[in-house]
């Protein structure tokens, strides 16, 4: 009973969410190049295109890594992969840390 307990423990510590870890001050820093199709203020100026204002930073940056990988193909990806391929790991960890965090 008590080894079933504890890989309950165990498997439900490695399946928990983990977090963007950023820096949202470089995030905001890296982020002028968003603001032109997703607003100085996180909401989108381009119809279709997502608000990032508030948006979870795990969303966030595993999407701009899957941009970046090419695994991510679907609807503006022709735009958003130039984009994310520019970016580094904590660039990306930076950028989501700074858009999760605006009110």
């Given amino acids: ?20 870890a950023g820096d949202a001050a470089a995030g905001q820093a890296k982020s002028a190049i968003c603001a032109s199709c997703h607003g100085a ?13 508030g948006q979870n930073a795990q969303y966030i940056e595993s999407s701009l890594k899957a941009y970046k990988n090419k695994e ?12 994310a ?12 840390a700074y858009y999760s965090t605006m009110k």
Avoid: C, H
């Fill in 1 to 20: 009973m008590k080894k079933t307990i504890g890989l309950a423990v165990i498997a439900l510590v490695a399946s928990a969410p983990t977090f963007a």
């Fill in 41 to 53: 203020n996180g909401i989108a100026v381009i119809p279709g295109y997502p608000n990032l204002k």
């Fill in 85 to 96: 391929a520019m970016l580094n790991d904590a660039d990306m960890a930076n950028l989501a």
């Fill in 72 to 83: 991510r193909n679907g609807g503006n990806a022709a735009v958003m992969q130039p984009m």
